[in-house]
C-alpha cells in the first residue's frame, strides 16, 4: 500500500499542528475527511484499524488516509505533530514508516512547515505543498530501508511465537533470547526496530489487550483475570494495567458498561 503513496497527488495543505496527548485517551474516528502525517516524537499512541494494530511514536510515523475509520488510545503522553492535506488518492487502511534516525529530519521538516504556516509569506501554500511531497519521500525512503526488516523480524519470530503461547508464564529475555539464537542485547535491539518496544514491554501490551478483552465481556474478578495473564496478584496487574491504560481495571470496566457510579462505589479488591 506504501508505493501508492509515489501516485499521490497533493492539492491542498489544510494544517499542521504541534499537540500535546494526554496518557489514557481514547477515540473513534469514522472516515477521515482528509489525509494526515503523524509524528510523535514524544510519548507513543496505539492505532487499530482492520483488526491491525499499529504504533506511532518517535520510531514510526504514520499516514492516515482520507475515509479511514480507526480507533486510537495514548499509550504515552507526549508531543506530535499532525499535517493534513488533502490529495486525490484512494488508499485503505493505516500505513506505518519506521523513521528511526530520519525521525530527527522529518521533525525538522514538521517544525519548518507550521513556521512557515503561521507566518503566512507569500508563497506559503505552495512551501506547504512542496513540504508534504519531501515528507512523502522521506517516509518512502523509510520503508524502502523498512524491507530488510523483514529478515530481522524473522531472526525474532520464535520469541514472538514462544510469547503469544506462553503470555501468561514468567518470560526472560535470555530465555527469549536462547530460543532465538542471538544475545540477549541484540534481541533487544531487534525488538524495539521491529515492534517499537522491548520484549518485556511487548509482552505487557499482549497481556493488557487480552485483559481489555475481559473486562468487556461478562464480568470476572480482578483477582482471576490477573492470575489469568500471569501476573503474580491485582496490585501488578492494577500497576501495569493503569500505566498503558490512563485507568484503573475497574474504571476501564466500568467505562465499558457506562457505569461511572460503579467505578466510584467498587469493592476493595476491585478499586485497586
Known amino acids: 500500500m506504501q508505493d501508492m503513496l509515489s501516485a499521490l497527488t497533493v492539492t491542498r495543505v489544510r494544517s499542521v499542528f504541534n499537540l500535546l496527548s494526554q496518557p489514557g485517551k481514547t477515540m473513534e474516528r469514522s472516515s477521515r475527511p482528509c489525509f494526515a502525517i503523524i509524528y510523535k516524537y514524544e510519548g507513543e499512541t496505539e492505532y487499530e484499524c482492520g483488526g491491525r494494530r499499529i504504533l506511532s511514536n518517535r520510531e514510526n510515523a504514520v499516514v492516515l488516509p482520507a475515509g479511514s475509520s480507526y480507533t486510537w488510545q495514548v499509550r504515552k503522553s507526549g508531543h506530535y505533530y499532525d499535517l493534513e492535506f488533502e490529495a486525490d488518492a484512494t488508499i485503505e487502511g493505516i500505513l506505518s514508516f519506521p523513521v528511526g ?34 515528507m512523502l519521500l522521506l517516509l518512502l525512503g523509510s520503508q ?9 523480524r524473522e531472526r525474532i519470530a520464535p520469541a514472538l511465537d ?14 527469549l533470547a536462547a530460543l532465538c539464537g542471538i544475545s540477549t542485547v541484540y534481541l533487544r535491539k531487534l525488538f524495539s526496530r521491529i515492534t517499537g518496544q522491548s520484549p518485556i514491554g511487548y509482552l505487557h501490551t499482549l497481556r493488557i489487550a487480552k485483559a481489555k478483552k475481559m473486562l468487556e465481556s461478562d464480568y470476572r474478578s480482578l483477582t482471576e483475570i490477573a ?46
Open 144 to 152: 524502502r530501508k523498512g524491507y530488510a526488516d523483514a529478515s530481522h
Open 162 to 175: 514462544y510469547i503469544a503461547e506462553h503470555y501468561n508464564e514468567s518470560i526472560r529475555n535470555d530465555a
Open 227 to 272: 492470575l489469568a495473564l500471569g501476573y503474580a496478584d491485582i496490585y501488578s496487574f492494577s500497576k501495569a494495567f493503569k500505566s498503558r491504560t490512563g485507568l484503573t481495571p475497574t474504571a476501564y470496566a466500568a467505562q465499558c458498561r457506562g457505569d461511572t457510579v460503579g467505578a466510584i462505589h467498587a469493592s476493595p479488591e476491585n478499586a485497586k
Open 101 to 134: 534516525a530520519e525521525g530527527e529530519k522529518l521533525l525538522r521538516m514538521m517544525r519548518e512547515a507550521e513556521r512557515r504556516q503561521n507566518l503566512r509569506a507569500a508563497g506559503y501554500k505552495l512551501e506547504g505543498m512542496r513540504a508534504v511531497y519531501s
